[in-house]
């Protein structure tokens, strides 16, 4: 009866609701366009002549061949496997510029080290989307901000997945994910497409979710399995379960009754899914985009919905001071129930609208910042949290320390009025103690893993890129974990910048 129950409802979200399924997707299809639209394209351009900065938004032409790295220094010989890293590198086609950071088609940055060299190469994520357009060589499909002109229709959130935003290594196979859309599969000897993903193959569940959204944040426990949410339009949240070769081993629907349109991460415990919803509203209208339209409530809590991961059932809800943050690091629970996790929380949502007026080439941008805060859940219903001054972005953990009890947490820092991350930090959350490495203010820094090939917490290598302005170069950066101020141990300098990406993963040989 359960079961029957859970995929009537999947089917009924996943099928008959495939435009709230991705809320943005029923106005992206209407064609309709603002002919008095700012020219982005013609912003950017202009604006790139006198700030350089702003290299790492340009749009990328072609794929990368794979090229040997010069190196700085001495790669550690332990240090063998494949870095993937992915972003938007697509953001023009013909006089059409892409409103929001957000909506570029994704390319994938592989860096094979071996102990003694590192090479690298890239390419765009072939989507069915990414392949029509390219043969067209114009867009053909609007997008969440962006309006296209007699757009062709959509049906389903995988004819505009762009497959932009993180990947990771599942079984033999890599997963380009995006927010609202299936996992794209792709060839990690080759990178080459070769489908989206259906999470029902195999399982009792078939073809019922389809349509589905699946984030860019899976969470994968110490011992392989992946958990994974998607957000629904009507407010529901879908929660997923999968082993470590991506088969689905259970799936429920959360009524969430969350209207913030947006929820970009969430957490693990051992024994607990976390889904942190955050204080936004959407006013829409007509003529705005989906990004443009959602916008922060200062007198609303951000709740927090306590599921078990046993049965994905809501156990708990707690309330929050108003707050929004794009990126969690790390939860985990007391044997008494009572729950810790990070944040890097912003006051408001002026990050998400920074990435639309960065597409037009504005570097004068009102100061955008969030902050390290820890947050504790009590068994008795309060909650309390402590926020550390340093600017964050971007926080992670040792892989072998997800939903478990960390010390270290890694994260991005910048100067005030940055226009991007330009430092690296390990923050021990136990003493507030900091280990900073600062690039300095000639750098666009991305995020940086921590790599432990003992499985040793504290102990191995933090690697990141970051693209060197006055050359107009990306470098590969590795550090020890246990001294990150001494600065890059090894630095490997690609001939060429890459565009500035979101998330990735390391891989060990």
């Known amino acids: 009866m359960l079961r029957r129950e859970v995929l009537k409802n999947l089917a009924l979200v996943g099928t008959t609701s495939l435009l709230t399924t991705v809320p943005f997707l029923g106005r ?61 590198g697509k953001h023009e086609r013909g006089d059409i510029r892409y409103q929001h950071l957000f909506e570029g088609d994704g390319m994938l940055q592989h860096f094979h080290l071996d102990g003694n060299n590192v090479y690298h190469r890239g ?36 004819d ?47 073809n019922s979710l389809k349509g589905l959204p699946f984030s860019a944040h899976p969470k994968i426990d110490p011992n392989g399995d992946i958990w994974n949410f998607g957000l629904n339009g009507s407010g529901h949240v879908v929660l997923y379960h999968l082993s470590a070769k991506g088969q689905t081993k259970n799936v429920k629907l959360i009524n969430a009754q969350y209207k913030g349109t947006m929820l970009h991460d969430f957490l693990i415990t051992d024994r607990s899914i976390l889904l942190i919803l955050p204080s936004l509203i959407s006013e829409r209208s ?12 200062p007198q609303m809590p951000m709740r927090v919905l306590v599921v078990n991961k046993s ?25 008494d129930g009572t729950i810790h996790f990070d944040a890097s929380l912003y006051p408001n949502i002026n990050i998400l609208h920074k990435m639309s007026r960065l597409m037009q080439g504005d570097v ?49 820092s910048s100067a005030h009025d940055s226009l991007w991350s330009d430092a690296v930090v390990s923050l021990d959350v136990d003493s507030g ?35 060197h302005i006055p050359t107009q170069r990306t470098c590969l950066n590795v550090f020890d974990l246990a001294n990150l101020k001494a600065g890059p141990r090894c630095r490997a300098w690609l001939p060429y910048h890459l565009p500035l990406g979101f998330h990735g993963n390391f891989v060990t040989s």
């Open 364 to 412: 004068k941008q009102e100061e955008v910042n969030g902050n390290t805060t820890l947050f504790t859940l009590h068994n008795n219903g309060k909650t309390s949290q402590h926020s550390f001054n340093d600017i964050s972005e971007f926080p992670r953990v040792s892989n072998h320390k997800v939903g478990l009890k960390n010390h270290k947490l890694y994260h991005l």
């Open 28 to 88: 992206a299809n209407s064609g309709a366009v603002n002919h008095n639209a700012v020219n982005y394209k013609a912003l950017f351009k202009k604006a790139l002549r006198h700030n350089p900065e702003l290299i790492g938004f340009a749009n990328i032409e072609s794929n990368f061949s794979e090229t040997k790295l010069k190196l700085e220094g001495k790669l550690p010989s332990e240090l063998k496997g494949q870095f993937y890293r992915n972003g938007p």
């Open 286 to 297: 007509h003529n705005s985009g989906y990004f443009e339209s959602i916008d922060f409530a």
């Open 123 to 158: 390419k765009f994520i072939e989507t069915p989307k990414f392949k029509k357009e390219e043969s067209a060589k114009q867009f053909l499909y609007s997008g969440p901000d962006t309006k296209i002109a007699n757009s062709l229709p959509v049906s389903s959130s995988n």
């Open 311 to 335: 049965d994905l059932t809501l156990k708990r809800e707690f309330e929050l001071p108003p707050g929004f943050a794009f990126h969690f690091g790390n939860a985990w629970e007391e044997n």
């Open 433 to 467: 103690k900091e280990d900073k490495f600062s690039y300095g203010s000639e750098f666009l820094v991305e995020e940086h893993v921590p790599v432990n090939p003992r499985a040793k917490e504290g102990h191995g290598y933090l690697i990141g890129t970051a693209l």
């Open 160 to 206: 505009v997945n762009t497959a932009n935003t993180n990947v990771i290594s599942v079984g033999n196979d890599l997963w380009a994910l995006w927010e609202a859309g299936a996992p794209s599969k792709i060839n990690p000897h080759n990178l080459q497409f070769e489908d989206q993903v259906n999470l029902g193959t195999g399982s009792k569940y078939g």
